[in-house]
């Protein structure tokens, strides 16, 4: 029987996500909420195959493929994740990931990639977006004029997102109030164009401020 690994910070993701494995006849050995504890379970379960999301709390899911992948050439690696993003895509790949799938991918993609994928191999989910229109040096452009708009403090803020902190949390870290915490957040939203916290992060894992 196959052994599966799901690190994700959210325990009703991991819930169905373990129930989805089990009834296929997997053993799903733990499930991990925390980026820097997936190493060591890594290590004492020796899983086949790790469900990794890239938003986790005191290390991020990027962070913890370069480490898990560095560990073992073997293990099947498949990154699960709200973000639709292709500059991620890139970077999952380039470190070792296997798969890149959606939160919302189907039931019957994300098995058939458990069942089929080999080391080396790597496959993107039907129900990623196709973004190939756009001009890469476009993107770098426009990158880079919105990078040179954060201020030091906000770029710290962001890196303190990024790894699933609350404002509280943040404003503990920095010794700032969470009101102000909250202000930088919106501040950063408006520079940049963006709606949401997801977007933030994303951006943040893009220009290598995690």
Same mark, same amino acid.
């Given at each position: 029987?196959?052994k ?7 325990s009703?993701?991991s819930s169905?996500?373990?129930a ?7 053993e799903v050995v733990?499930t991990?909420?925390?980026?820097n504890?997936? #190493?060591y @379970?890594v ?6 195959? !790790?469900?990794?999301?890239l938003?986790?709390p005191? =290390?991020n899911?990027?962070?913890v493929l370069?480490e898990v992948?560095a560990?073992?050439?073997?293990l099947?690696i498949?990154v ?6 292709r500059t991620?895509i890139?970077s999952?790949r380039?470190e ?5 799938f ?8 994300l098995l058939?990639?458990a069942a ?8 993107v ?5 196709n973004s190939n ?5 476009d #993107?770098v @452009?426009?990158?880079?004029d919105?990078l040179?708009k !954060?201020?030091?403090r906000?770029?710290?803020i962001? =890196?303190l ?20 915490v909250d ?5 950063m939203l ?6 949401k916290?997801?977007?933030?992060v994303?951006y943040?894992f893009?220009n290598n401020l995690?």
């Amino acid at each position: 029987m196959r052994k599966i690994l799901i690190a994700d910070d959210h325990s009703l993701f991991s819930s169905g996500m373990s129930a989805l494995f089990v009834r296929a006849g997997y053993e799903v050995v733990g499930t991990v909420e925390k980026g820097n504890d997936v #190493l060591y @379970e890594v290590i004492t379960h020796h899983p086949d195959i !790790l469900i990794l999301d890239l938003n986790l709390p005191k =290390k991020n899911g990027l962070e913890v493929l370069k480490e898990v992948r560095a560990y073992s050439r073997d293990l099947i690696i498949l990154v699960v994740t709200m973000y639709n993003d292709r500059t991620l895509i890139n970077s999952v790949r380039k470190e070792g990931a296997n798969g890149y799938f959606l939160k919302n991918s189907g039931q019957t993609e994300l098995l058939e990639a458990a069942a089929k994928l080999k080391p080396g191999d790597f496959m993107v989910s039907v129900t990623v977006e196709n973004s190939n229109s756009a001009d890469p040096s476009d #993107l770098v @452009e426009d990158e880079f004029d919105r990078l040179i708009k !954060l201020t030091v403090r906000e770029k710290e803020i962001l =890196k303190l997102l990024v790894q699933g902190l609350s404002s509280k949390e943040i404003g503990e870290y920095l010794e700032i109030s969470p009101s102000t915490v909250d202000t930088h957040r919106k501040n950063m939203l408006k520079k940049l164009s963006f709606n949401k916290v997801s977007e933030l992060v994303s951006y943040a894992f893009r220009n290598n401020l995690v």
